[in-house]
């Protein structure tokens, strides 16, 4: 059984939709950002970060959610081509989204939506850099179904990011190959699922709850 340390952020949710496609039994530990138990001594014994998600599988742990997608596949054998090319290729587009999308879409959730002050410069600097980005997955995904041809943890880290543009304040107008790939994840049985882990209340608090915490993580 596999612990997963968690709370209802994308990054939180890339593991729960992993897990759930690769039907591996875990248990969830929904951590409070309001209480810091990301910061708590035991948290920090399996993530020195203080930052979610994490694992323990049979004692093993793993921090870091790029990291955590790779074990799991490699663990499965599953979500991840064997072939150099292949890997590389799901490689590439995985550290697209880590390096990328998900902390230019996090400047600009926190800009845009929680700092205290209305600074216009960053607003548009990280929409405008989140927008580029989404750009270039729309021309990749004019050319594959999924970034890396098949799916797997490349789409898996990028979707739960890229489904709250609009808390970014960014649209997806006119990005066609986007849309049509953001409509297919949506519509798979174990991202839903995924979706839900941990069980959440109101939607809009929960995103203003992720706002805050990446100010104080």
Do not use: C
């Amino acid at each position: 059984m596999i612990d997963l340390y968690t709370a209802a952020t994308p990054n939180g949710h890339k593991i729960s939709i992993a897990l759930e496609e690769l039907e591996l039994p875990y248990r969830v530990h929904a951590l409070s950002f309001d209480r810091k138990e990301q910061k708590t001594p035991e948290f920090l014994r399996i993530n020195p970060n203080g930052r979610i998600p994490a694992i323990v599988d049979d004692g093993f742990a793993v921090f870091e959610s790029g990291a955590i997608l790779i074990y799991l596949a490699e663990k499965t054998g599953r979500l991840l081509p064997s072939d150099a090319k292949g890997r590389s290729l799901a490689l590439q587009w995985l550290m697209f989204q880590m390096g990328g999308v998900g902390p230019m879409q996090g400047q600009a959730n926190v800009f845009f939506r929680y700092f205290p002050e209305k600074l216009q410069g960053p607003i548009d600097r990280y929409q405008n850099e989140t927008r580029r980005l989404y750009e270039v997955l729309d021309r990749r995904l004019g050319e594959a179904e999924y970034l890396a041809g098949d799916y797997g943890i490349a789409d898996i880290a990028t979707y739960p990011w890229v489904r709250l543009h609009d808390w970014a304040g960014v649209s997806v107008d006119g990005l066609e190959h986007l849309q049509r790939w953001m409509a297919t994840l949506a519509a798979r049985p174990a991202v839903q699922r995924g979706l839900q882990v941990p069980p959440r209340a109101d939607e809009e608090d929960r995103l203003v709850k992720t706002a805050q915490s990446m100010l104080t993580r």
